[in-house]
């Protein structure tokens, strides 16, 4: 039976109360006190509630009884269990000697067993650290340790051990990168032809656990479309991964990809660190701009797709990924394959499934449909009423030719929306803003910052795409361009056929 008593504070009721359970011959197996508010669990209670509070109303400043489920402490600790319950990483709680006192997790089994047991995790490593994570091996999985050590005026007073799975931190990964939205069909915005047969491909290749070879220019949305297809498959539960192959140096990106032991190079993280590969287990790796990996990469990729196995830079434990891979490019592959820069075999690895993604200017029946939705989230994002966009202004936007892609025309709309003063957009401020893109004072080129660009190579193709937009409407042929710019023919009609300008 379990009482809770209010009265009076004052100095030794606590123990008069004692007393009168004393006299009735009754043992008290818990005791709470607090200000004005007593709470008891009395164990093998043979009397009625009635007859105890009867005694108790006699002590002075008592002011009433009534039973009660839990004592304070028990409510408390029954809440923390179950929130503890819905938490998916298991968490242990240990004392001062190392010993679980409690966890979350198969506590019958691992309460009171010692950390070094269960974790190989000297105590005195605990004690000796800052609140950090170490990687541990627990019931044959790999699993980063966040311990965080507890600290009282008497010095150590135990820690709490919180277990997080590599699979669970490529979600967080994974979160992070996606902004916390999912990309699923309905993202691939458009009713053209070109689209439609796009979506079709998606719902298709989703069903095909195969490496995915994703083509398009710069700006067609290649990572959108990777992501659908992730979401469309049955590793949606999985993480998706994804990186830009051309934004990191060789050795970076290899640590990046298959992670790295502790000491594996300067500046390594001392406990090691998993890669996109081990964290992305179940799910999906996205590699942007694969074209751009150093031969050495290549060939380690290479190695990897045969079995899908792989070590850490500086380790000897053999892993084995359960991933897709899908990887894409805005080079043409059959250039850099025959001018050496691409490894055939690899690229035969990685196009089992190949998907080319329509540029703009090739689907300007959905710019309508896209100008809204931009105009939407940039109203959205700048806290204003969404505009509307007259028929003038749209009928000019799908008369350009649209170099820098959906990339550009969300820039552009994004522009409109935050200088526009009125409540429609019209054909004026279209063509002020598309001047200065075709002009160069708005280019893309120029409005990319150090950090946007992810290569040199990237930098010279944009340039080279805006360059060549810009002249072929006043010299048409790749004759008259070629003599403008005072290259080859040859060089002339490959670039164009690369941007796809003048086709």
């Keep these: 039976m379990r009482v809770e008593i209010t009265s009076k504070d004052r100095i030794g009721i606590s123990q008069e109360i004692l007393s009168t359970i004393s006299q009735l011959g009754l043992n008290v197996k ?26 108790l109303l006699k002590v002075v400043g008592v002011i009433d009884c009534f039973p009660i489920e839990l004592l ?31 966890c979350n997790y198969q506590s019958h089994i691992y309460t009171n067993k010692h950390i070094e047991s269960l974790f190989s995790i000297p105590l005195e490593t605990v004690k000796h650290r800052k609140a950090s994570a170490v990687e541990v091996s627990f019931e044959d999985k790999v699993y980063h340790a966040e311990i965080t050590p507890l600290w009282a005026e008497g010095g150590f007073n135990g820690a709490v051990i919180i277990l997080k799975s590599l699979n669970r931190i490529g979600h967080q990964i994974a979160m992070f990168q996606s902004g916390n939205e999912a990309s699923d069909l309905n993202n691939i915005i458009g009713k053209s032809k070109a689209i439609e047969t796009l979506k079709q491909q998606v719902k298709k290749f989703s ?54 032991v502790a000491g594996a190079f300067t500046g390594a993280n001392e406990q090691g660190k998993p890669g996109l590969f081990e964290l992305a287990n179940g799910g999906t790796v996205f590699l942007d701009e694969v074209a751009e990996m150093s031969v050495y990469l290549q060939a380690k990729l290479l190695r990897f797709l045969q079995d899908y196995s792989f070590r850490r830079l500086g380790g000897t434990k053999e892993y084995i990924a359960n991933i897709r891979i899908i990887s ?30 329509p540029p703009l200017r090739e689907r300007k029946d959905d710019i309508g449909l896209l100008s809204e939705y931009f105009i939407a989230k940039a109203a959205e994002q700048v806290n204003m009423q969404k505009p509307s966009i007259s028929v003038e202004a749209l009928a000019h936007l799908a008369s350009y030719n649209w170099p820098g892609n959906i990339r550009q025309l969300q820039s552009v709309m994004f522009r409109l929306v935050a200088l526009s003063n009125s409540h429609q957009l ?35 193709e944009i340039f080279e795409r805006s360059l060549l937009a810009q002249l072929y409407p006043s010299f048409p042929s790749t004759r008259k361009l070629a003599q403008r710019l005072r290259v080859s023919h040859n060089k002339i009609a490959m670039k164009l056929r690369q941007y796809g300008i003048g086709h």
């Design 72 to 102: 304070p402490t028990e409510s408390r600790e029954q809440h923390l269990q179950a929130l503890l319950k819905r938490i998916p990483d298991p968490i242990f709680d240990i004392d001062t000697e190392g010993k679980v006192i409690s």
């Design 426 to 460: 019209q054909l004026e401020e279209v063509e002020t803003i598309l001047k200065e893109f075709n002009t160069g004072s708005y280019s893309e080129e120029n409005s990319l910052t150090m950090y946007d660009v992810k290569s040199w190579q990237e930098a010279q």
């Design 328 to 357: 894409a490019s805005h080079q043409p592959f059959e250039v850099l394959v025959t001018e050496g820069r691409f490894r055939e075999d690899l690229y035969y690895r990685l196009n089992v499934l190949n998907l080319s993604l």
């Design 207 to 260: 069903s095909l656990d195969l490496p995915l070879l994703i083509n398009g220019e710069t700006g067609t949305g290649k990572e959108l479309v990777a992501r659908a297809i992730h979401q469309q498959s049955e590793r949606n539960e999985g993480p998706f991964l994804a990186i830009n192959c051309a934004s990191l140096p060789e050795q970076l990106l290899e640590s990046e990809l298959f992670g790295y």
């Design 30 to 55: 818990a005791m709470e006190v607090g200000s004005g508010l007593t709470s008891l669990h009395i164990s093998q209670c043979k009397l009625s509630f009635n007859q105890i509070r009867v005694q």
